[in-house]
């Protein structure tokens, strides 16, 4: 037995498959929805009549406003004096120094009050217009101010 062969088993036959059936059910369109209506705008048409407005309701006599703006201004008063008079003793130690000096320039205004040059500059020019000092040059570093 060593020598028997084993008959090879049959290869079956293959088994043709059927395509899918079309399915039973009718297709149907997607239903879209309308659009959302647009929104009302400001302009009334040409053909409606424009509603008469209603009289105004009758105020209180009283009114919260004034109080707070009254309060507001002597606020703004109150600080303006006190800048104001910060000033005026600047003004007065620049009087002071042009007494003791005889003259002063720019330069010196800046350094003895710690102040820019167009803060120094704007001193000088309004003591000048009142009448209290006196320019001597034109422009540049030859611009002196003297007592009157």
Same mark, same amino acid.
């Given at each position: 037995?060593?020598?028997?062969? =084993? $008959?090879?088993?049959?290869?079956?036959?293959?088994? $043709?498959?059927?395509?899918?059936? $079309?399915?039973?059910?009718?297709?149907q369109?997607?239903? =879209? @929805?309308?659009?959302?209506p647009?929104?009302?705008?400001?302009?009334?048409? =040409?053909?409606?009549?424009? @509603? $008469?407005?209603?009289?105004?309701?009758?105020q209180?006599?009283?009114?919260?406003? @004034?109080?707070?703006?009254?309060?507001?201004?002597?606020?703004?008063v109150?600080?303006?004096? #006190?800048?104001?008079?910060?000033?005026r003793?600047? +003004?007065?130690?620049?009087?002071?120094? *042009?007494? &003791?000096?005889?003259? #002063?320039t720019?330069d010196? =205004?800046?350094?003895l009050?710690? *102040?820019?040059?167009? &803060?120094?500059?704007?001193?000088?020019?309004?003591?000048?217009k009142?009448?209290? +000092?006196?320019?001597?040059?034109?422009?540049?570093?030859?611009?002196?101010?003297?007592?009157?």
């Amino acid at each position: 037995m060593p020598d028997e062969v =084993v $008959p090879e088993a049959p290869i079956p036959e293959p088994v $043709p498959i059927a395509p899918p059936e $079309p399915a039973s059910e009718p297709i149907q369109p997607e239903v =879209v @929805a309308p659009p959302p209506p647009e929104p009302p705008t400001a302009q009334i048409p =040409v053909n409606e009549p424009i @509603a $008469p407005t209603p009289e105004p309701l009758p105020q209180a006599t009283k009114s919260v406003v @004034a109080p707070i703006l009254n309060y507001a201004r002597d606020l703004a008063v109150k600080a303006r004096a #006190v800048i104001q008079g910060r000033k005026r003793k600047k +003004l007065d130690k620049i009087l002071e120094f *042009v007494s &003791t000096k005889g003259s #002063v320039t720019n330069d010196q =205004v800046e350094k003895l009050l710690h *102040v820019s040059d167009a &803060t120094a500059t704007r001193y000088l020019t309004q003591l000048e217009k009142e009448g209290k +000092l006196k320019q001597e040059g034109k422009t540049g570093k030859s611009v002196s101010y003297s007592k009157i």
